[in-house]
């Protein structure tokens, strides 16, 4: 069964003070990872798709990597603005995508 | 270049009645896709539509549960009758037809409407 966690669920951080968020997954043929940003009353804002192992991208203070079993969205120096839950999620062969339950991501000045 | 809109933002009614959530995708996108976020859970996947056709309905919970995409523009989601479990945020998202096999399907959210069934 195709499946996705995130660890941690909650997370809190000093701005400045790095960081990562882990999302694991097993899917039978995957077409690709994504990860979004979601704020509280908002749809998702689609951040990043990683599609093979090895693959890293970069926007900002934000640096996602994929291995063939977890991937991880590091946050450097982070700032109260980057508060926020971050979704990961994958897709299959058809289109849907699996999500995980989201880390929900505070940065404190 | 408007995103994809939902509509309403919000709906409360009680249990046994209809609603009908609308959803507009991105102009030009064929792929057109509901997703539901309940209470301490994660968004999970309803259907499914490239243009007007159903491509995977396998998402939906019951029949009280029908969408539609008329001439493959915006899409509807009727439930009725509403139960209690039906509460949460229903989610649409679309994304541009690529071709199968490569990789292109980046899928844009919009909103959501928050449904709550009393």
């Known amino acids: 069964e195709d499946q996705v966690t995130q660890s941690p669920e909650a997370l809190r951080l000093q701005e400045g003070e790095s960081s990562s968020l882990n999302c694991s997954y097993t899917?039978?043929?995957?077409?690709?990872l994504f990860w979004y940003r979601q704020d509280p009353g908002k749809g998702p804002e689609f951040l990043f798709t990683l599609y093979s192992a090895g693959e890293e991208k970069e926007k900002e203070r934000l640096k996602a990597t994929l291995t063939k079993k977890e991937s991880f969205l590091h946050i450097t120096a982070p700032k109260p603005e980057d508060s926020a839950t971050y979704l990961c999620?994958?897709?299959?062969?058809?289109?849907?995508?699996?999500f995980g339950q989201g880390t929900e991501l505070s940065v404190k000045p | 270049e408007a995103g994809v809109t939902q509509f309403p933002s919000h709906s409360v009614i009680e249990k046994g009645q209809t609603v009908t959530l609308r959803c507009d995708p991105i102009s030009g996108h064929d792929n057109l896709y509901w997703y539901r976020r309940v209470m301490g859970k994660e968004i999970k996947f309803l259907l499914h539509f490239v243009k007007e056709s159903k491509q995977d309905e396998s998402g939906m919970p019951n029949n009280r549960f029908l969408a539609e995409r008329t001439g493959g523009t915006y899409s509807t989601l009727k439930v009725q009758p509403a139960e209690l479990e039906d509460s949460g945020v229903y989610f649409c998202?679309?994304?541009?037809?690529?071709?199968?096999?490569?990789?292109?399907?980046?899928?844009?959210f919009g909103p959501g409407t928050r449904l709550t069934v009393l």
């Open positions: 998202a679309s994304s541009l037809l690529g071709q199968p096999g490569l990789a292109t399907d980046t899928q844009y």
């Open positions: 999620a994958v897709q299959a062969y058809g289109g849907k995508l699996i």
């Open positions: 899917v039978s043929g995957l077409r690709g």
